[in-house]
């Protein structure tokens, strides 16, 4: 039997009438992943009815061969390409959709949006990628359908990719491509098109290959919530199941939210076919450890270097489906794997509903089958990850009564107010103003700066290496030589903070914190840059403009930008 093959599920997005039918439709037929004799029915039909052939209709023909019994699940169209199989989500409605996400029926790891090119970025458009934001999926290319309507024009195709990333940037949603296709004509889709020579990416099948599949449930940090312990014998055995990561005899653990430290001492076993040190995600296990604490239901094992999120208030976005409305300051039990706990709605900050995507800001209350934005408030501070990091310990139901009435995922903590963005892991932090932009005021005859918005990008967090005025490569290192940090983007995703002195240069784009190219090609050159930066007392030494012109280069990455004035940065996007 041949290896089990990587699976990537993708959710696709967007206005029916920009062309998401037939963009499914033509991945199905160009990798040869439709039913038998598809295709010639859809010919059949197209003729019967006087029209061309059209490839959204070969959906309809996934639906014909369910009617006669064939188990084929609309909402869950697969093909495969050489490198794995992906099942592209479908859904029927947003309700539908958002439902089985937040609840947990589906799991999307990545989406593609579609935009009609002729039509443009439409209110649906930016309803579709504000979708994307609640779910927290950070992995998602933009296809730019329907190039053939606008002759294939490459300003029209920059111009909807600017509006559409300031767009979905203030949602905290940073598109990896853009690609530039027509799903009818097939241009764009298997193979590079010669109608858009200028667009140098990959093709629709190439490019969701480089779509990186997450690190499997034993790859993430331990997670290992306590169901119950028994006295056995002189034992205390602590039994639960390893929701992710890997357990080993002898490993220091911390207990939290309780915040206690200990070691594994044995992993527990009925036979001695069954004794093993180490266990693994999946696996449900008791084990003791070498400190008598009192350990209760709901805690978590995990190891010290990759702590949850502990707090007694966070964000979340929330389905809810009770009878009753979903109300501020009611009681309500949260259940999160295995913690259970008394919780109210600290506030609503947005009601959103499902079918529309309108929107009530500061709602006292949210209807059924609606979708919110909210603050939970704990009764005690509980363990959790934000949903995008793990999906079974970032989320959570809600239970009314008796009933389970919500399905919700952590988006974050609350935080204080934050005035620049930042990359942080563990305790170092790196401040950037590399996704700051610089525009020419015509009516002022002046260059400013406008600052972007705050937003602290955490290990494995997707940047957005492309805004209005500057668009970065997709992998380059960051250094701010006076605060001793560095940082690692690879593949348009945060790999890792470090100190400077652990830093390596390697054969990619080095860049100032501001996002000014750093001209160093070899260590020599590195080390060079590096005692002349140390040797300047501040920015305002007259040395510093002579260091600047020789080391930095603004343009490389960076332009300015014109405008009549800034009033059009005002606030962010409300649906």
């Not at 609640?134 to 309507?149: F, H, P, R, S």
């Not at 294939?152 to 530039?180: A, C, G, R, T």
């Not at 950037?432 to 967090?461: A, W």
Request: proline letters at 3%; aromatic letters at 10%; glycine letters at 6%.
């Amino acid at each position: 039997m041949g290896a089990a093959r990587e699976v990537l599920n993708i959710v696709v997005v967007g206005h029916v009438d920009h062309g998401k039918s037939t963009v499914i439709g033509r991945l199905l037929y160009d990798t040869k992943s439709l039913p038998e004799g598809a295709i010639e029915r859809v010919k059949r039909i197209s003729k019967e009815k006087g029209k061309p052939f059209e490839y959204a209709y070969l959906l309809d023909a996934f639906e014909e061969e369910q009617k006669q019994g064939i188990t084929i699940d609309t909402t869950q169209l697969q093909f495969r390409t050489a490198l794995r199989d992906y099942v592209i989500i479908d859904a029927p409605g947003h309700k539908e959709f958002l439902k089985n996400m937040i609840s947990g029926a589906a799991s999307a790891e990545a989406a593609l949006l579609i935009i009609d090119a002729n039509e443009g970025i439409q209110e649906q458009s930016k309803r579709h990628g504000y979708i994307l934001s609640l779910l927290g999926i950070q992995k998602a290319y933009v296809l730019v359908n329907k190039m053939d309507l606008i002759d294939y024009s490459e300003e029209k195709f920059n111009e909807i990719k600017q509006d559409m990333n300031e767009f979905l940037n203030n949602l905290h949603v940073y598109p990896l491509k853009y690609i530039p296709i027509s799903a009818f004509y097939g241009e764009n889709i298997t193979t590079k098109s010669d109608k858009m020579p200028w667009y140098k990416g990959e093709p629709i099948l190439a490019a969701i290959d480089l779509f990186e599949k997450e690190k499997g449930l034993e790859g993430k940090p331990l997670r290992f919530p306590i169901q119950d312990v028994y006295k056995f014998d002189h034992r205390r055995i602590v039994a639960g199941r390893i929701e992710t990561g890997t357990l080993r005899q002898g490993d220091t653990v911390l207990i939290s939210p309780s915040n206690k430290m200990t070691k594994i001492k044995s992993i527990e076993y009925w036979a001695d076919r069954d004794k093993t040190d180490i266990v693994y995600a999946g696996m449900s296990v008791g084990i003791t450890v070498e400190d008598e604490f009192f350990n209760q239901r709901g805690e978590f094992i995990v190891h010290p270097e990759a702590p949850p999120l502990v707090a007694d208030t966070f964000k979340a976005n929330l389905f809810w489906m009770g009878k009753k409305e979903l109300v501020k300051n009611k009681e309500y039990k949260l259940k999160l794997v295995t913690q259970e706990v008394e919780c109210e709605i600290y506030a609503i900050s947005k009601a959103i509903d499902a079918t529309t995507l309108a929107t009530v800001e500061n709602a006292s209350q949210v209807k059924t089958n609606d979708v919110a934005e909210v603050i939970i408030k704990t009764k005690r501070p509980i363990s959790f990850d934000e949903f995008k990091n793990n999906q079974i310990t970032g989320r959570f139901v809600l239970v009314d009564g008796y009933d389970v009435s919500g399905g919700g995922i952590v988006s974050g903590l609350v935080t204080e107010v934050q005035t620049i963005s930042k990359f942080a892991q563990a305790d170092l932090q790196l401040l950037v103003q590399c996704f700051d932009e610089y525009y020419f005021i015509l009516s002022e005859g002046n260059i400013r700066k406008l600052e972007g918005r705050p937003r602290t990008f955490k290990v494995n967090d997707i940047i957005p290496v492309a805004g209005k005025t500057y668009e970065y490569p997709e992998s380059f290192d960051l250094l701010d030589v006076k605060a001793r940090v560095a940082a690692r983007i690879r593949n348009c995703k945060l790999q890792a903070v470090l100190p400077l002195g652990d830093y390596q240069l390697e054969s990619l784009p080095v860049l100032d914190h501001r996002g000014f190219l750093i001209r160093v090609h070899s260590q020599q050159e590195y080390q060079t840059f590096l005692k002349e930066v140390e040797a300047l007392a501040d920015w305002n030494d007259k040395r510093a403009s002579q260091f600047a012109a020789r080391w930095f280069d603004f343009s490389k990455y960076r332009t300015i930008g014109f405008t009549g004035n800034l009033d059009w940065a005002d606030g962010d996007y409300s649906i």
